[in-house]
């Protein structure tokens, strides 16, 4: 498979088909981080569409600073925080009273061969895990989602998010910190985090 550099390049030579496997090879993850990020099944494709235009109309001044994953990924996450002010101008993404933990677990997985009681369990937890994601202000939700479910490095989203290191890690604290509050009653912890 090329690299994404060797298909930018041939982008850039106006090669609709490396355009075309550029799209092919981050649609679905650009796919999910714009569902977990709004929670809108509706607005999925609406706000993709968007993106790759986005991506199609800069790539010129696509600079290898940065990989092309997280250049993309920063186009995402901006796309869908704009959609989200337009639903709720009154939003401030940069809040820092604004607190937002979800233990490194992957949403939905399940392990086969278990039981029904245990594989309801599972469900329901990941159901609530997903209500208290999506319960986050979209900074937190965003650093959970590109970390704990996306696995990017801290570098990779401090240049997605366009924040440094330290302000990645500190929301990521406290978004974590959050959800591990509000998944206490399903992972039997009490209010001073202890099982």
């Known amino acids: 498979m090329e690299s994404?550099?060797?298909?930018?390049?041939?982008?850039?030579?106006?090669?609709?088909?490396?355009?075309?496997?550029?799209?092919r090879k981050y649609q679905q993850?650009?796919?999910?981080?714009?569902?977990?990020?709004?929670?809108?099944?509706?607005?999925?494709?609406?706000?993709?569409?968007?993106?790759?235009?986005?991506?199609?109309?800069?790539?010129?001044?696509?600079?290898?600073?940065?990989?092309?994953?997280?250049?993309?990924?920063?186009?995402?996450?901006?796309?869908?925080?704009?959609?989200?002010?337009?639903?709720?101008?009154?939003?401030?993404?940069?809040?820092?009273?604004?607190?937002g933990f979800v233990e490194r677990k992957k949403l939905g997985e399940e392990e086969e061969g278990q039981n029904p009681e245990y594989l309801m369990e599972t469900g329901e937890l990941s159901s609530a895990i997903r209500r208290a994601i999506d319960s986050l202000p979209p900074d937190y939700k965003a650093v959970i989602i590109l970390r704990d479910i996306e696995g990017l490095s801290y570098q990779e989203i401090a240049e997605v998010l366009e924040r440094p290191v330290g302000t990645v890690m500190s929301r990521l604290y406290r978004a974590r910190k959050e959800l591990k509050e509000r998944l206490a009653p399903y992972l039997g912890i009490n209010s001073r985090g202890e099982e």
Do not use: H
């Open 4 to 23: 994404d550099e060797k298909l930018v390049a041939r982008c850039l030579k106006g090669d609709k088909d490396a355009y075309e496997s550029l799209v």
């Open 29 to 99: 993850r650009i796919f999910n981080i714009i569902y977990r990020i709004t929670g809108s099944d509706d607005e999925v494709e609406d706000i993709a569409q968007e993106v790759f235009l986005k991506i199609f109309k800069s790539l010129e001044t696509f600079r290898e600073a940065s990989s092309f994953f997280t250049w993309i990924y920063r186009m995402t996450v901006n796309a869908c925080f704009n959609r989200i002010r337009k639903r709720n101008p009154a939003l401030s993404l940069d809040d820092p009273d604004l607190v």
